[in-house]
T-cell receptor, first 113, second 112 residues
Framework: GENVEQHPSTLSVQEGDSAVIKCTYS??????FPWYKQELGKGPQLIID???NVGEKKDQRIAVTLNKTAKHFSLHITETQPEDSAVYFCAASGMESNYQLIWGAGTKLIIKP | EAQVTQNPRYLITVTGKKLTVTCSQN?????MSWYRQDPGLGLRQIYYSMNVEVTDKGDVPEGYKVSRKEKRNFPLILESPSPNQTSLYFCASSFAESYGYTFGSGTRLTVV
């Protein structure tokens, strides 16, 4: 079945620098790719998503890029701030997963002051 | 405020004592789902529901039951809880399965 791999598991960056988290997926027919942010003690929160007919999407300091040929998508956070510290999850869905989200294992992002 | 409400937030119970975790959403969402989150295992789907009276198994349904008698509510039932069901549980809802989910704040369950 569909599998989603997420790297790195932990990412530490200096405040103000950029952070990039990558996910690869196995099902070439996957067509929906969301990213969620989970802060300590809270449920995951959708921060951005992209569909397979789009290559890139931006929302202020956050962007997601999708490479369908290579079957990977990435989250880019620019000008990182302390409040960006959290665990980030990628996910993918498509026909093979019966349109249920298949989740990556998560990336703990640490912003160093 | 649009939200998914789970209750209780914390629960300690004993093996074999039936319990229900409630989940309610106020967004008129068709789709609802239950997940458990364990360290190192990420988010695993327990059950989901595409609409009223329509439910289906996720990846880890053993030991759990759900019902969807009305659109807003999707309770998770543990008929005979065991220690391996100690976990952090999240309910989520969405317009449809391939759209953004709204998650509840979580229920931390401990079975002793």
């Amino acid at each position: 079945g569909e599998n989603v791999e997420q790297h790195p598991s932990t990412l530490s960056v200096q405040e103000g620098d950029s952070a990039v988290i990558k996910c690869t997926y196995s099902d070439s027919a996957s067509n929906y790719f969301p990213w969620y942010k989970q802060e300590l003690g809270k449920g995951p929160q959708l921060i951005i998503d992209i569909r397979s007919n789009v290559g890139e999407k931006k929302d202020q300091r956050i962007a997601v890029t999708l490479n369908k040929t290579a079957k990977h998508f990435s989250l880019h956070i620019t000008e990182t701030q302390p409040e960006d510290s959290a665990v980030y999850f990628c996910a993918a869905s498509g026909m093979e997963s019966n349109y249920q989200l298949i989740w990556g294992a998560g990336t703990k992002l640490i912003i160093k002051p | 405020e649009a939200q998914v409400t789970q209750n209780p937030r914390y629960l300690i119970t004993v093996t074999g004592k039936k319990l229900t975790v409630t989940c309610s959403q106020n967004m008129n969402h068709e789709y609802m789902s239950w997940y458990r989150q364990d360290p190192g295992l990420g988010l695993r789907q327990i059950y989901y529901s595409m609409n009223v009276e329509v439910t289906d198994k996720g990846d880890v349904p053993e030991g759990y039951k759900v019902s969807r008698k009305e659109k807003r509510n999707f309770p998770l039932i543990l008929e005979s809880p065991s220690p391996n069901q100690t976990s952090l549980y999240f309910c989520a809802s969405s317009f449809a399965e391939s759209y953004g989910y709204t998650f509840g704040s979580g229920t931390r369950l401990t079975v002793v």
